[in-house]
């Protein structure tokens, strides 16, 4: 297993997934389902972060002095 790669098995991500469970296999099995069931609306959401980024970063072009 990847240590940077592990996902929290806490009581608010298992409610989330709707998993009961204590078998963190089992919760990423379920993990990769949701993220393949919501692939479209995660796609679309971190888009529209990297626009506003985009609006917010235009402003501090060129070099920035203390």
Do not use: C
């Given at each position: 297993?990847?240590?940077?790669?592990?996902?929290?098995?806490?009581?608010?991500?298992?409610?989330?997934?709707?998993?009961?469970?204590?078998?963190?296999?089992?919760?990423i099995q379920?993990?990769?389902?949701?993220?393949?069931?919501?692939?479209?609306?995660?796609?679309?959401?971190?888009?529209?972060?990297?626009?506003?980024?985009?609006?917010?970063?235009?402003?501090?072009?060129?070099?920035?002095?203390?």
């Amino acid at each position: 297993m990847n240590p940077w790669k592990v996902l929290p098995l806490d009581s608010r991500a298992k409610e989330s997934l709707d998993y009961r469970g204590n078998k963190y296999s089992v919760f990423i099995q379920k993990a990769e389902q949701d993220k393949k069931k919501r692939e479209k609306e995660i796609r679309d959401t971190l888009q529209s972060i990297s626009d506003m980024l985009g609006v917010i970063e235009s402003g501090f072009t060129g070099k920035i002095v203390n």
